[in-house]
């Protein structure tokens, strides 16, 4: 069971500093129509939709923070939740860490959201929180897998490419956001874990695997898929249509 006499306050973080490169040419991924309204405006009210999160901070382009800001002006947010754009840096792990800098202390447990998951459900947000506080210091929501999943050795695009194995699927899942966190635990995660690669770390949950700390997963939804690609605009149009004419979303 939970602490109950700890204070918990919630905040989440949106890194939304990336170009969407796999979107085409155009304005950055979080920035795009959905529905008539960014992609990055669904995802904070995403976040702002659970009564836990009392703060969302949204990592903007490092020149970009001033027009994040008049974007978040322009749009009804719930009032009861406050908000923040801070500039990021040149990686996702550099953006993560920025939007942890400004927290305040009093928040104790952190969400890490993907701007691109535009449409996931607020009992996710919730069921993400709730591990969190029950003691868990990283929860991940996430899937079983539909597909068989193949490891193979990489190769030339286009090329065919030798398979390796064959994991066993019951054990896999596909992992979503928001993650959430121990506040301790994530900044810890974030001075001491170094991802090589030119983007750093896109997993937060996987840096503090690397800590030793224990990372758990929670049921996902099909809703709170990653929009990546031109397809995936079509979905989540289509879930927005079909949530605005039976909820008047």
Same mark, same amino acid.
Request: proline content about 10%; aromatic content about 2%.
């Given at each position: 069971?939970?602490?109950?006499?700890?204070?918990?306050?919630?905040?989440?973080?949106?890194?939304?500093?990336?170009?969407?490169?796999?979107?085409?040419?155009?304005?950055?991924?979080?920035?795009?129509?959905?529905?008539?309204?960014?992609?990055?405006?669904?995802?904070?009210?995403?976040?702002?939709?659970?009564?836990?999160?009392?703060?969302? *901070?949204?990592? %903007?382009?490092? $020149? !970009? @923070? /001033?027009? &994040?800001?008049?974007? +978040?002006?322009?749009?009804?947010?719930?009032?009861?939740?406050?908000?923040?754009?801070?500039?990021?840096?040149?990686?996702?792990?550099?953006?993560?860490?920025?939007?942890?800098?400004?927290?305040?202390?009093?928040?104790?447990?952190?969400?890490?959201?993907?701007?691109?998951?535009?449409?996931?459900?607020?009992?996710?947000?919730?069921? *993400?929180?709730? %591990?969190?506080? $029950? !003691? @868990? /210091?990283? &929860?991940?929501?996430? +899937?079983?897998?539909?597909?068989?999943?193949?490891?193979?050795?990489?190769?030339?695009?286009?090329?065919?490419?030798?398979?390796?194995?064959?994991?066993?699927?019951?054990?896999?899942?596909?992992?979503?956001?928001?993650?959430?966190?121990?506040?301790?635990?994530?900044?810890?995660?974030?001075?001491?874990?170094?991802?090589?690669?030119?983007?750093?770390?896109?997993?937060?949950? !996987?840096?503090?695997?690397?800590?030793?700390?224990?990372?758990?997963?929670?049921?996902?939804?099909?809703?709170?898929?990653?929009?990546?690609?031109?397809?995936?605009?079509?979905?989540?149009?289509?879930?927005?249509?079909?949530?605005?004419?039976?909820?008047?979303?």
């Amino acid at each position: 069971m939970s602490d109950l006499s700890r204070p918990y306050r919630t905040a989440a973080v949106i890194p939304a500093a990336g170009r969407g490169v796999r979107l085409g040419p155009g304005a950055p991924k979080a920035l795009r129509a959905l529905g008539g309204t960014p992609m990055l405006i669904h995802a904070v009210r995403a976040m702002a939709a659970s009564r836990s999160v009392s703060l969302v *901070v949204v990592v %903007a382009p490092p $020149d !970009g @923070a /001033p027009e &994040v800001k008049n974007l +978040l002006d322009e749009h009804a947010l719930p009032e009861r939740t406050d908000y923040r754009v801070v500039p990021g840096g040149d990686t996702r792990q550099e953006s993560v860490r920025l939007g942890l800098d400004a927290l305040p202390e009093d928040v104790s447990v952190v969400l890490v959201h993907d701007a691109a998951r535009p449409l996931v459900p607020v009992d996710t947000v919730d069921a *993400v929180i709730e %591990a969190v506080r $029950d !003691g @868990a /210091p990283a &929860v991940v929501p996430a +899937l079983p897998l539909a597909d068989t999943v193949k490891e193979v050795e990489p190769g030339a695009p286009g090329e065919p490419e030798p398979v390796l194995g064959t994991p066993e699927r019951a054990r896999l899942r596909a992992v979503q956001t928001p993650q959430g966190f121990d506040r301790d635990t994530l900044v810890r995660a974030h001075k001491t874990v170094t991802v090589d690669g030119g983007e750093g770390a896109t997993d937060d949950a !996987g840096m503090v695997e690397r800590l030793g700390a224990p990372v758990v997963v929670v049921l996902g939804h099909e809703e709170a898929f990653k929009v990546t690609r031109p397809l995936d605009l079509v979905l989540a149009e289509a879930v927005l249509a079909r949530r605005r004419a039976n909820d008047g979303f």
